[in-house]
């Protein structure tokens, strides 16, 4: 062999085939381009995550903070950070709560004391099932705000016209000590002002109940229509034979005042004074709008106290899940709110709410629904933290 040939045969030996070095080069590209595509996803991720929860763009530090939970396994702990954004509280939790406020049930109404509670229950991780029955209130700590008032809502308006943080603005008290209810006739949100204004005002109560049922229970009457529960706690206002005819009130009215009348008359103390412009609370005394238009039907139930019991615990609307280690009966409007928030419906009924409201859609198919059901035993486990349903939905929707 010539030196020629011996430098070429050690070259050989030295030179990898041309095959396999392209395909080692190609190798290392593959695996820089996956990294980059995950990092690049978990990011992605991320964003999507702030974004639904959030409603605005990630600072670059939490988005950083959230791609690296998300790389990591954690998803759960990125939804976590993206709640920390004030915007979650101003914006996206005050639009989720509003339309629950009121009749229109409208996401363009003023900032007031139930959304308010609703924020500050979230933000502090305040047991959600005592929504309708707890002693609580939330208010503005910021300087120059006028004091909240039973009569009207300049405190709120000017929390909301000042554009302050409710994540840092708001501050936990009771409605005994700020509004002179009894405590034991507070009910959460029921007895805020808010929702005295709007739904027991005039009437005859039962819009309380109905509006209850539809924000939280995620029911309205047409669905829980029960024609086999006895008729004697019908109010008299209720014609028996509406234009004439019986049936119509055996097939049709009977479905919804059987059960709804003896729930309602928790609330039989209560009123909202539209002159005053507050809720009025008369322990004791029937308000009159329990007693009107008596000639309907002499023989119905004349409400003597605010005594109620659920006949839906029998029946088709068992469905709907009461909690057995309650009695389904009580006085006031307190008891009635334990027994509402302790169903099944209730829980469901938030998950329902939130899966919508951050994924941008309903459950529409098996994988979704099993996703709600996860997301109701987390909701229960985690002691009704909302926050962890929130987190649940936006992780389940990130890839959306």
Not at 274 to 283: E, R
Request: proline share 4%; hydrophobic share 40%; with cysteine.
């Amino acid at each position: 062999m010539n030196m020629r040939s011996n430098i070429d045969a050690n070259a050989g030996a030295h030179r990898a085939p041309r095959g396999r070095l392209l395909s080692v080069l190609l190798g290392a590209c593959t695996v820089a381009m996956c990294i980059g595509s995950a990092h690049a996803d978990s990011r992605d991720q991320a964003k999507r995550i702030h974004d639904r929860i959030a409603g605005v763009p990630p600072a670059a530090a939490t988005l950083d903070a959230m791609a690296a939970d998300i790389a990591a396994g954690r998803p759960a702990d990125a939804a976590q950070k993206a709640m920390d954004s004030s915007a979650f509280y101003t914006v996206t939790l005050k639009n989720f709560v509003t339309p629950w406020t009121n009749r229109d049930q409208t996401v363009f109404a003023p900032l007031n004391d139930y959304t308010a509670t609703v924020i500050g229950m979230v933000r502090d991780d305040v047991p959600f099932n005592t929504v309708l029955s707890a002693d609580l209130l939330y208010v503005g700590n910021a300087t120059g705000l006028p004091a909240y008032s039973v009569a009207n809502n300049d405190h709120y308006d000017q929390l909301e016209s000042r554009g302050l943080d409710l994540k840092a603005s708001l501050v936990s008290s009771t409605q005994s000590s700020l509004t002179g209810l009894p405590a034991n006739a507070t009910a959460g949100v029921l007895t805020t002002r808010a929702a005295a204004q709007a739904f027991f005002i005039a009437g005859t109560n039962r819009a309380m109940f109905r509006f209850t049922l539809m924000n939280h229970l995620c029911h309205d009457l047409e669905q829980v229509q029960d024609t086999t529960r006895p008729p004697d706690r019908i109010r008299q206002d209720v014609a028996r034979s509406p234009g004439g005819d019986s049936r119509v009130f055996l097939n049709s009215c009977i479905g919804c005042h059987s059960g709804m009348d003896p729930m309602a008359q928790a609330f039989a103390y209560y009123n909202f004074d539209s002159t005053a412009g507050q809720l009025v609370y008369t322990a004791g005394q029937v308000q009159p709008k329990y007693l009107i238009n008596s000639d309907n039907f002499k023989s119905g139930f004349v409400t003597p106290d605010d005594h109620w019991e659920n006949r839906w615990r029998n029946g088709p609307n068992q469905i709907l899940g009461w909690d057995t280690a309650l009695p389904g009966n009580g006085t006031g409007a307190k008891s009635l709110g334990q027994e509402l928030a302790s169903s099944d419906a209730f829980a469901r009924c938030q998950a329902e709410k939130v899966f919508k409201n951050i994924c941008l859609r309903a459950p529409g198919n098996a994988a979704d629904r099993s996703q709600i059901n996860a997301m109701v035993a987390s909701f229960k486990s985690s002691n009704y933290k909302m926050k962890q349903v929130f987190a649940d939905a936006a992780v389940y929707c990130m890839g959306d």
